[in-house]
Each structure stands twice: as C-alpha cells, then as structure tokens.
C-alpha cells in the first residue's frame, strides 16, 4: 500500500472517529438542551392551558356562587311550597340565567328533589320546573351523591338525558345560613364548544386534557375517553389518563406526577414533568395542579413535531460537506508538501544509485522534507563533483602507468612493449595506406668489454648516450626504443628506402664521432629493413635481426640494410 493511501486512509479514519465522537456528544448535548428546554416549554404550556381554563370558568362558578347564596333562592329552598317565593327565585334565576356565558342555569332542592333548568333559548319560559329527581334513578345519582359529600363545589361532565345535552357542569351547593344542604345549582358549558375553545385549539404537537381529582379524563379531544358522570362511577371502571399511555411505566409515571401534586397542594403553580410514549411517539408530558377545580392539566408535548429531525438534515449536511472538505484540503496539502516532494525525492535517489547525476525537477517545500530535498541536492553535486575529480586523477593515472609502461626508465625512449605497439600500428597503417616504413635494429659493439672495463654504471651513462645521439640523428616523428640491453630499435615513418640507408648511416657515424669526445669511445652496428604493406610484426623483426646480425658479421661499426628480396642495396 503507498505512502499517499495510507496518510489518506489514516486521516479518514481520524477524521471520522472524531466526527463520530462529535455526533455522539452533540446527540448527548442536544437531547439533553431540547429535554431542559422541553421542560420548560411543557411547564409554560402547563400554566398556559390551565390559566385558559380558569379564565374560562372562574368567572362561571363565581356567578355560580353567587347564585348559590342568592337570599330569594336559599328562602325559597326553605320554603319550596310557598309560590311567591318560587316566583322570586325563578326571577333571580333567570337574571343570572342572562349572565351565564352559556344562558342556562339549573336549581335542584334536596327538601323534594324538584329540578329547574332554563337554557339560551329561554325554552323554558314559565315551565323551569322540568322533573324530580330520583335516588333510585342512575341518571339522578350524580345529585345524590354530591350531597352525600358535602363538597361545596364540583365539576362534572355529563349528559343530561332528561335534556338531552352534554355538558360540563358547574355545580355549587345552596346551603341555609346554617350550613345545612339545601340543595344545588349551577350552569353547564356547552362540551362541544368547550373542547373546542380550551382543549382542542388545533396547536400541532401540543394535546391538553383535564383530568379529575383521581385521574378520571375530564376534557380531552377525543369524546371517547371521556369519563361522563365519573362521580358515580365505581373505582376501576372509570376512564384514567393512564390508558392514554403505551407502557406500563408511562402510565405508572403520569399517575405518581399527579400522586406528587396532591401532596403539594400548597405550593403555587408546581408542575411535574417527564418524558412518556403516546401512541408511539416520544412526548414531554407537563402536569399541574388545579386547586381552584380540583382538576389537574395534563400537556403532552410531541417533540417530533416541535422539533423535527428534519431540522438536523442541514446540520448533518453543512457536517458531511466540512467532511469532505477537510479530506480534500487534507489530501491538497499532503499532496503537494509531503508526498510529492517525496515521489520526487525518491526518484531522484534512484537516478543518483545508477548513477545518473542528471537529476529530475524536485519541489522544495518550506519544511523538512524541503530541507531534505536541499541537503540531498547539495550532496548529489558533491558527489558528482568528486567523482569527476577521481575519474580525471584515475585517468592521469592510468595515461602516466600507461605510458610509463612503455617506457625504458634509464633512457627515457620507448621499451620493448612500446615498440611493439608502434610496430603494430605502423604494421596498420601500411597495410591501410599500402606504403612501407623503415625499420632499424641496432647494437653497441663490445659493450660487455665497456661494462667490463669502466663498470656497469659507465656501460650505463654509455647506453643514455646513444640513446641521445640516436634522437639527435632522427627526424621529430621517427620513434626510437631501446629494445633491451644494448639493442635500440628505430621505426622511420613516413620513410623510402633511401631515406632508411640515410638514416642507418648517419646514426652509425654520428654515435662513432660523438663518442670520440667522450672518455668512452662506442660503435654501433646497424641492421635495417625496409617493411612492405601486409608484413606481420614476426617477419619484420626477423629481417632487421638478420639485418643487424649480417652487420655483426661483416666487422661491426657498419649498416646492414636489408631488401624484401634478401638482398643488401649497400654493405657497410
Ligand atoms: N651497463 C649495462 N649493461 C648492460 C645492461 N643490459 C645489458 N648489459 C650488458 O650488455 C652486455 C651485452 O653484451 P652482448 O651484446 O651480448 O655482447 P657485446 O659485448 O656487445 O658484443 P657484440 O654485441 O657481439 O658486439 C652484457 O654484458 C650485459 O650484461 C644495462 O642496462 N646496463
């Protein structure tokens, strides 16, 4: 796997590690902003709905007290036979009637259970005496048992068969002076348009209902959960908020919120709140006390559709898109400050091990990797520099090995290799050219006898002599050598016969005169040959030994010059 995919993948996964771990805290921190704010929200809403009842109905049960402790009526409760009194307090009633919000009223009496009602339309004009209650009827029982409490004051939804309505029942008892019960009267609020005004106010996510002092649903929405007439309903068959709730803990929850209110009576606008599944939705639920009615209001706050996912997509969005963002940066900057710098280092090194000093382009980033790039520049000229240096040295050398090689250290002229590599050349050259050269092969006459007698260093300031005269005697592109001994070999080229019989002459006459001004008087033998194009190096040589060896023979100190033909063209 390269460098670039794995900084690449490594930076993936720590950047979604971190993003993952952020999502995390964010989930943590936002569920519990939004459970704070719900709280919140749910405790205002609370107070809000409730404060909404209360308006609604305070001012009813007021004219309902009112009403309750009207002399005329209470008289006529005492009195219920006596019809100046039932004529005044059907007056009284009916200018409360005009009051009520809803128009109507009812008066029961305890003394003979006779039962009053007139509503908005004044149907019951004159004829407010509609029929008697009965204790042994089920649809009387609410009354009976309302007295049978003794409670002051009480709210009731019920229908009224006898009338023919539903209605939320505002129900006050009338009692004498005394305190004694004389019976009850009140007015009733249309449901329909209650629910409507109070409870069903078409707020999306919010539901609100009252429930009673024992949790029976009072006003909710749905008609259907409505426990009607609950006050006379035995405890279990009754219509609970808790069958408004999914489980068995919701509901165990709702109903310790309202356990929790009961005992705090006392405190002012206490609300409890907490999280509950309604039909599968996860909803704040917010309760408060009602000490005024007896009720409580229950808020259900759906927080899906006060604040939607949805509302998260272009979080999650602008998240994603600083994702990649980041990746992309992340890869520019990795890209252009490490990884191809790198690449181009790396290929730089490659060059430089095979020994190519021709280096490619490499970016220098402002970081170590630049540096590098610049240290590694600076030691490849270095090192192209020094290897030049040695390869120049190594070259000098080997040119001066070379050449020292082919060259006799005491006379300074050409040893036996380095006449044998002119040979070959010339040997080239006059099979290339098809034109001969001249060869001579040379040789001090007695020079042991010199050895002998001056000693070998004499015998060898003798042999640099020759080799002095013999340059002396040549022309500057004529080669001497010193075959060994006292042998010196001489390659004449360009050259013509005549010219090699000059030369084989003037050099035997030229050492015999030089070295009459010496202490060592010397004479040389001289054998020549004049080579054809095509002659190998053996025959050559062959000719001009047998050259200096015809010299030898005919007395020394002469010139031999020997013809392809074998034959001499002048004896010394
Ligand atoms: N001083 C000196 N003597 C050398 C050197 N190399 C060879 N010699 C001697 O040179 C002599 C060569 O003798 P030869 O060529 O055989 O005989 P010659 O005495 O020259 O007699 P001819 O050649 O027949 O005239 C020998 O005594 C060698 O020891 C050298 O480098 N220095």
Not at 237 to 256: C, S
Not at 374 to 403: G, K, P
Not at 544 to 566: E, H, M, S, T
Request: charge should be negative; include cysteine.
């Amino acid at each position: 796997m390269s460098l670039k995919t794995r900084i690449l993948g490594l930076a993936a996964i720590l950047i979604i590690s971190a993003a993952t771990a952020s999502w995390l805290a964010y989930r943590q921190l936002s569920s519990s902003i939004i459970e704070r704010w719900g709280q919140q929200v749910a405790e205002i809403q609370v107070r809000y709905d409730s404060a909404r009842l209360l308006q609604s109905l305070e001012r009813e049960i007021g004219l309902a007290r009112q009403m309750a402790k009207s002399s005329a009526l209470v008289q006529w409760a005492q009195n219920p036979d006596a019809p100046q009194r039932q004529a005044e307090a059907i007056h009284q009633m009916e200018s409360f009637r005009t009051n009520f919000r809803d128009k109507s009223y009812f008066v029961a009496l305890r003394s003979n259970g006779h039962y009053f009602y007139n509503n908005a339309n004044n149907e019951y004009a004159g004829n407010q005496y509609r029929y008697t209650l009965n204790p042994d009827n089920p649809d009387d029982a609410w009354f009976f048992q309302l007295i049978a409490e003794g409670r002051d004051f009480h709210l009731n939804v019920n229908p009224d068969t006898e009338l023919g309505v539903t209605k939320l029942w505002i129900d006050v008892l009338m009692r004498d002076p005394q305190g004694e019960i004389l019976g009850m009267v009140g007015t009733g609020l249309n449901l329909d348009s209650f629910l409507q005004d109070i409870v069903d106010i078409g707020q999306a996510g919010i539901t609100t209902l009252f429930v009673d002092y024992n949790g029976a649903i009072q006003l909710y929405r749905d008609r259907n959960y409505i426990d009607f007439a609950s006050i006379i309903k035995p405890e279990g068959q009754k219509n609970t908020v808790d069958l408004l709730f999914d489980t068995p803990q919701d509901k165990q929850k709702i109903l310790g919120m309202l356990q929790l209110l009961k005992h705090r009576q006392g405190q002012a606008g206490a609300v409890e709140s907490g999280f509950v599944t309604v039909d599968g939705r996860e909803h704040l639920a917010g309760v408060a006390f009602l000490p005024t009615i007896g009720w409580f209001e229950i808020t259900l706050i759906d927080l899906d559709t006060l604040l939607p996912a949805s509302y998260l997509w272009p979080l999650i969005g602008v998240f994603l898109i600083s994702l990649l963002v980041s990746l992309l940066l992340f890869h520019i900057i990795i890209q252009s400050r490490i990884l191809r710098p790198l690449l181009a280092l790396e290929g730089g090194v490659k060059r430089l091990r095979e020994g190519d000093f021709n280096l490619p382009y490499m970016p220098k980033p402002d970081n170590e990797i630049g540096r590098l790039v610049d240290h590694f520049e600076t030691m490849a000229n270095r090192l192209q520099y020094n290897t030049h240096e040695l390869e120049t040295e190594v070259n000098l050398r080997t040119e001066e090995l070379h050449r020292l090689a082919r060259v006799d250290a005491l006379t300074g002229l050409k040893n036996r290799r380095g006449i044998d590599e002119l040979l070959e050349q010339e040997i080239q050259r006059a099979a290339r050219q098809n034109q001969g050269f001249g060869l001579i092969w040379l040789d001090i006459d007695h020079f042991k006898a010199i050895n002998d007698h001056y000693g070998h260093q004499a015998g060898d300031e003798v042999l640099c002599r020759v080799a002095l005269w013999l340059k002396t005697c040549l022309r500057p592109y004529d080669h001497p050598g010193r075959w060994g001994g006292d042998e010196f070999v001489i390659v004449l080229s360009p050259c013509d016969p005549q010219t090699l019989d000059q030369i084989a002459h003037r050099i035997r006459a030229h050492v015999e005169v030089e070295s009459q001004r010496t202490g060592t008087p010397v004479t040389v033998s001289v054998g020549g040959y004049y080579g054809q194009p095509g002659e190998g190096l053996d025959t050559l040589l062959r000719h001009a030994d047998q050259a200096l060896y015809q010299a030898k023979q005919r007395g020394r100190n002469c010139v031999f010059i020997r013809r392809p033909q074998n034959e001499p063209i002048r004896p010394a």
